[in-house]
């Protein structure tokens, strides 16, 4: 393979089978995963785990995360939530156990009449998915978490909705990286390289629909790679050398949340993840085995990055609601990141087409997953990684990149 790169060459160039671009969630769990293939990876972010996956609540939940005209969604959380216990379990195994996972059930809950009846009618669709949802009387969510209100509407017990701790996984998959390839003879800064990236590089540099086969960093190096991976979020339509013709139509949704302190007299506060629908708007409860506990999530399409104050109101008026003891708790954190949507709400998973229906070499992309990049972290790994070894499965192809992209001329998606 031949690869031009920036001339003269530096004599720091770096080399890998893998190169990922992005070092959230998504691309830490690729990276891990083609990592344990057998692969030479090299990861690439200024600063690995610090974008929307330092903010994500971790919920584990494809059940409570049923949308409306998202049901197309559902296989891929599904399968994907089936991966976590083992996927965190392989990260214990080892030797990096600290993910805070837990399996405690969630519990969602109305607050009013209204809410009542939004939260019977997504029982409904759930239902209708094969979904197990439970209805309890609020005595028996109470017996369940006594700090809940008593005059709450409604109650359902969601058993198979769990959760981790995003920024716990981060930093263990990246150290689980670092000191393997350590044990290989690969030095840290040959596996994490803590800058940006700004272009592909093509065996053609005439050619943007060319083989791929490296990537340019900010600081004149380059990364040749046999296979790059494109996994930086909002990032990845910015970059540099994309293939012509490619979109990647991806918009900025920003969220606020929240990070309190419990007092020792209230904990626990809560064991379940509590999801609530407040006069017809979203917040949710999580706890964490610190002792704290996450408040989210507001969903802003206004191009604020900064914690909007509206938005922290908000979120600590309907939390009160449903646990009338967070007016006591300490607030230690406010924290606001954009999470990368799509026109459909699904990711951008898959290798790219080219118009003679074969595929850019090189090149595989996952991005977009905007409110669900935590859970769907595992399969992405997986499919990713089957898609290096050749292995195509053709039940995801309706999460394939180039399906916005007509001037790929892509086939027909089911």
Avoid at 20 to 42: D, M, P, S, W
Wanted: proline share 8%; net charge negative.
């Amino acid at each position: 393979m031949s690869c031009t790169v920036p001339d003269p060459l530096n004599a720091h160039d770096l080399s890998a089978d893998v190169a990922v671009i992005g070092g959230g969630i998504i691309g830490l769990g690729i990276a891990l995963e083609a990592q344990r293939a057998g692969h030479r990876v090299t990861l690439i972010d200024p600063a690995p785990g610090i974008g929307a996956t330092f903010a994500a609540a971790g919920m584990l939940a494809p059940v409570s995360e049923l949308h409306y005209q998202e049901e197309n969604l559902l296989p891929l959380t599904l399968a994907s939530a089936a991966l976590w216990p083992g996927f965190i379990q392989a990260l214990a195994d080892d030797g990096y156990p600290e993910t805070g996972f837990r399996s405690t059930p969630t519990l969602a809950l109305g607050a009013d009449a209204a809410d009542r009846t939004a939260l019977a009618d997504l029982r409904e669709a759930q239902t209708r998915q094969g979904l197990d949802v439970a209805p309890l009387t609020i005595r028996e969510a109470r017996k369940r978490e006594p700090l809940l209100s008593p005059n709450l509407g409604a109650a359902h017990l969601i058993t198979h909705d769990h959760q981790v701790d995003p920024r716990a996984v981060a930093a263990s998959i990246e150290a689980r990286l670092v000191a393997a390839a350590g044990a290989e003879g690969r030095g840290r800064d040959h596996t994490v390289v803590r800058v940006r990236a700004t272009a592909l590089l093509h065996e053609d540099p005439a050619d943007t629909r060319s083989r791929i086969c490296g990537v340019l960093l900010d600081d004149g190096r380059s990364v040749r790679a046999r296979e790059v991976v494109i996994a930086n979020g909002l990032g990845a339509a910015g970059l540099g050398a994309l293939p012509e013709g490619l979109v990647l139509p991806l918009r900025p949704v920003h969220g606020d949340i929240l990070r309190l302190r419990v007092p020792e007299h209230l904990r626990p506060l809560c064991t379940a993840t509590l999801r609530g629908v407040v006069r017809g708007l979203p917040v949710y409860v999580v706890p964490r085995n610190d002792g704290t506990v996450v408040i989210g999530a507001s969903s802003r399409e206004d191009g604020s990055a900064g914690v909007n104050a509206g938005s922290v109101h908000q979120l600590l008026r309907d939390a009160q609601v449903l646990l009338p003891a967070v007016a006591e708790l300490e607030l230690i954190e406010t924290t606001a990141r954009a999470r990368p949507g799509t026109p459909d709400n699904a990711p951008l998973l898959g290798r790219v087409a080219a118009s003679d229906g074969t595929g850019i070499p090189g090149l595989l992309i996952a991005t977009g997953f905007f409110r669900h990049g935590v859970l769907l972290a595992p399969i992405a790994a997986r499919i990713t990684t089957q898609l290096l070894a050749g292995v195509h499965d053709p039940a995801w192809d309706r999460f394939r990149p180039d399906r916005f992209s007509p001037a790929l001329q892509p086939q027909e998606i089911p």
